[in-house]
């Protein structure tokens, strides 16, 4: 705001609010605080108006805590809001301030955070109540200002973050006059409407292009004719720009991708490929073989698919079998007490190396074993990796072991899955285990045990399994990759152009302040 020479300066505003202070201590109306040292040279955070004056906070608030008030005492059908370290926490049926109050948090995450009370309302001890003189500061430009102020860049290095008196009182601040307060005031109620305004704008775009975008991908996964997945596609295509711009659209273009890839719709079919009902016998015989030679052992019968337990029609190439039916073995990882670790020890996979379906394969621990344990929980090359052990939302995510040269095992929360052909077969599964039906069944299957969700074998032997000719998944397999590239960049792109955006508004807003 522009400055008005006929205002009143505010080093006499600040005169007069220290007489306000003495007088009021000594009627014992208020405690004296520990006076501060002078604001030196070299502390000024910044060059304010002839007309203002630099202070500290204690020149010009005081703070107390607010009264203890545990959560089973609030009343359940009370209407006065509780304040505490991060605004209202609840509701009650008393009051221990009547008149709009300044609160700011003293203790939690939100320490620091500012708000104003409405006029009755019970402030806890998890938060200050603010005195100032209101006849020469208006509430409402000192919430601005202390919302603009770091308070908790003070705030003890302890596991609980917590503020005091002794932590904020020597924060400096620009004070202006009276009626420059409130023309100050108007303008921020102003341009926060309209910031309120613009955030709605984007929302409602926002929410739009997500809408349009999941019906864009709907209709391309419905699709049942070659020619109406080409005319849903180059719509798609024709709009990317439109469709495409936020991180969350590209989520959901990643997510369309997997399913396009399982369903048979991602890579053409060839009439020459070996159909997946010769493949799935070959995977018979050969298990068969081993089990004769009791390399493994007879797996349990797997239940038979019901007609609706797909909901896609696949190509007549491919066939639609249960996970089991396609694995060596399966087994579930090594646990060991934590005096077994040691950095001397054999490299092992914990849930937190399968990220986005990849392995991770930096920060490994280590952990000393026997000759036999290696050899047991040894992976190799083609193994999938699976979360035995998670949050519901993670468990059962999944990457593929790529050749490595040293001996890697893993822990006891994730299960190895082993398959008899190990070409792409693995990374084709992989695929299939990001898919929307799967992860469904992971999530929903799953035994929620201590806020952690499990699975078992079993429950990954009954994977349903729509399974390609062997070449065609080495088609889906480098599609996906090639696919997700793309998405990878594009990514990069929304993100480079965001900063962009926000640089630019940076160098807007400074040049606002400057002028």
Same mark, same amino acid.
């Given at each position: 705001?522009?400055?008005?020479?006929?205002?009143?300066?505010?080093?006499?505003?600040?005169? %007069?609010?220290?007489?306000?202070?003495? %007088?009021?201590?000594?009627?014992?109306?208020?405690?004296?605080?520990? !006076?501060?040292?002078?604001?030196?040279?070299?502390?000024?955070?910044?060059?304010? +108006?002839?007309?203002? *004056?630099?202070?500290?906070?204690?020149?010009?608030?005081?703070?107390?805590?607010?009264?203890?008030?545990?959560?089973? &005492?609030?009343?359940?059908?009370?209407?006065?809001?509780?304040?505490?370290?991060?605004?209202?926490?609840?509701?009650?049926?008393?009051?221990?301030?009547?008149?709009?109050?300044?609160?700011?948090?003293?203790?939690?995450?939100?320490?620091?955070?500012?708000?104003?009370?409405?006029?009755?309302?019970?402030?806890?001890?998890?938060?200050?109540?603010?005195?100032?003189? #209101?006849?020469?500061?208006?509430?409402?430009?000192?919430?601005?200002?202390?919302?603009?102020?770091?308070?908790?860049?003070?705030?003890?290095?302890?596991?609980?973050?917590?503020?005091?008196?002794?932590?904020?009182?020597?924060?400096?601040?620009?004070?202006?006059? =009276? !009626?420059?307060? #409130?023309?100050?005031?108007?303008?921020?109620?102003?341009?926060?409407?309209?910031?309120?305004?613009?955030?709605?704008?984007?929302?409602?775009?926002?929410?739009?292009?997500?809408?349009? /975008?999941?019906?864009?991908?709907?209709?391309?996964?419905?699709?049942?004719?070659?020619?109406?997945?080409?005319?849903?596609?180059?719509?798609?295509?024709? &709009?990317?720009?439109?469709?495409?711009?936020? +991180?969350?659209?590209?989520?959901?273009?990643?997510?369309?991708?997997?399913?396009?890839?399982?369903?048979?719709?991602?890579?053409?079919?060839?009439?020459?490929?070996?159909?997946?009902?010769?493949?799935?016998?070959?995977?018979?015989?050969?298990?068969?073989?081993?089990?004769?030679?009791?390399?493994?052992?007879?797996?349990?019968?797997?239940?038979?698919?019901?007609?609706?337990?797909?909901?896609?029609?696949?190509?007549?190439?491919?066939?639609?079998?249960?996970?089991?039916?396609?694995?060596?073995?399966?087994?579930?990882?090594?646990? %060991?007490?934590?005096?077994?670790?040691?950095?001397?020890?054999?490299?092992?996979?914990?849930?937190?190396?399968? !990220?986005?379906?990849?392995?991770?394969?930096?920060?490994?621990?280590?952990?000393?074993?026997?000759?036999?344990?290696?050899?047991?929980?040894?992976?190799?090359?083609?193994?999938?990796?699976? &979360?035995? *052990?998670?949050?519901?939302?993670?468990?059962?995510?999944?990457?593929?072991?790529?050749? =490595?040269?040293?001996?890697?095992?893993?822990?006891?929360? &994730?299960?190895?899955?082993?398959?008899?052909?190990?070409?792409?077969?693995?990374?084709?599964?992989?695929?299939?285990?990001?898919?929307?039906?799967?992860?469904? *069944?992971?999530?929903?299957?799953?035994?929620?045990?201590?806020?952690?969700?499990?699975?078992?074998?079993?429950?990954?032997?009954?994977?349903?399994?729509?399974?390609?000719?062997? /070449?065609?998944? %080495?088609?889906?397999?480098?599609?996906?990759?090639?696919?997700?590239?793309?998405?990878?960049?594009?990514?990069?792109?929304?993100?480079?152009?965001?900063?962009?955006?926000?640089?630019?508004?940076?160098?807007?807003?400074?040049?606002?302040?400057?002028?």
């Amino acid at each position: 705001m522009p400055q008005d020479s006929d205002d009143e300066p505010a080093a006499v505003l600040l005169e %007069k609010i220290r007489t306000e202070k003495e %007088k009021l201590v000594k009627e014992k109306k208020i405690k004296r605080i520990k !006076q501060l040292p002078p604001i030196e040279d070299d502390e000024i955070p910044y060059e304010v +108006p002839d007309s203002w *004056v630099l202070c500290r906070l204690s020149e010009i608030i005081q703070i107390s805590s607010g009264d203890f008030l545990p959560s089973h &005492n609030m009343a359940k059908d009370g209407s006065i809001p509780v304040f505490g370290g991060n605004g209202i926490t609840g509701y009650h049926d008393q009051y221990n301030v009547k008149e709009p109050t300044l609160v700011i948090g003293r203790v939690g995450f939100y320490c620091g955070s500012v708000h104003i009370t409405p006029e009755l309302a019970w402030i806890t001890d998890n938060a200050f109540s603010t005195y100032f003189s #209101k006849s020469h500061i208006d509430l409402k430009f000192l919430y601005w200002l202390l919302k603009g102020t770091d308070l908790s860049i003070r705030d003890n290095s302890t596991a609980q973050p917590v503020i005091s008196g002794r932590k904020i009182y020597p924060i400096i601040v620009g004070l202006p006059p =009276f !009626q420059e307060q #409130k023309r100050i005031v108007a303008k921020v109620d102003q341009l926060m409407a309209l910031c309120d305004e613009l955030e709605a704008r984007q929302q409602k775009k926002q929410e739009s292009r997500l809408h349009l /975008n999941s019906a864009a991908l709907d209709r391309l996964l419905t699709a049942h004719e070659p020619d109406e997945f080409a005319h849903h596609w180059h719509r798609i295509c024709d &709009n990317f720009d439109l469709l495409y711009g936020a +991180p969350e659209t590209v989520g959901e273009l990643r997510k369309a991708i997997l399913q396009l890839a399982v369903q048979g719709k991602l890579v053409r079919q060839d009439s020459n490929d070996e159909p997946a009902a010769v493949l799935l016998e070959k995977i018979r015989a050969e298990k068969e073989r081993l089990v004769k030679e009791k390399k493994i052992k007879v797996a349990k019968a797997l239940l038979p698919i019901k007609g609706d337990e797909w909901p896609y029609e696949l190509p007549k190439e491919w066939k639609l079998v249960r996970l089991g039916e396609l694995v060596e073995s399966m087994t579930n990882g090594i646990y %060991k007490p934590s005096k077994y670790y040691s950095d001397n020890g054999i490299a092992y996979f914990r849930m937190y190396n399968i !990220q986005r379906g990849k392995i991770n394969y930096l920060n490994l621990k280590r952990m000393l074993l026997e000759d036999d344990e290696i050899e047991r929980y040894r992976l190799v090359s083609g193994d999938l990796l699976v &979360n035995r *052990v998670n949050s519901r939302e993670l468990v059962g995510k999944a990457g593929v072991i790529n050749l =490595f040269e040293e001996s890697l095992i893993f822990e006891s929360k &994730n299960i190895r899955v082993r398959f008899i052909i190990c070409e792409e077969l693995p990374e084709y599964i992989n695929i299939l285990f990001q898919t929307r039906e799967v992860r469904e *069944v992971f999530e929903g299957d799953a035994k929620q045990t201590c806020g952690q969700a499990s699975i078992s074998q079993p429950q990954v032997a009954g994977i349903i399994t729509p399974l390609p000719p062997l /070449n065609e998944q %080495k088609r889906i397999v480098a599609k996906v990759d090639q696919l997700m590239a793309l998405c990878d960049e594009l990514e990069v792109k929304i993100e480079q152009s965001q900063t962009d955006g926000e640089k630019l508004m940076e160098a807007v807003v400074g040049e606002m302040i400057g002028a």
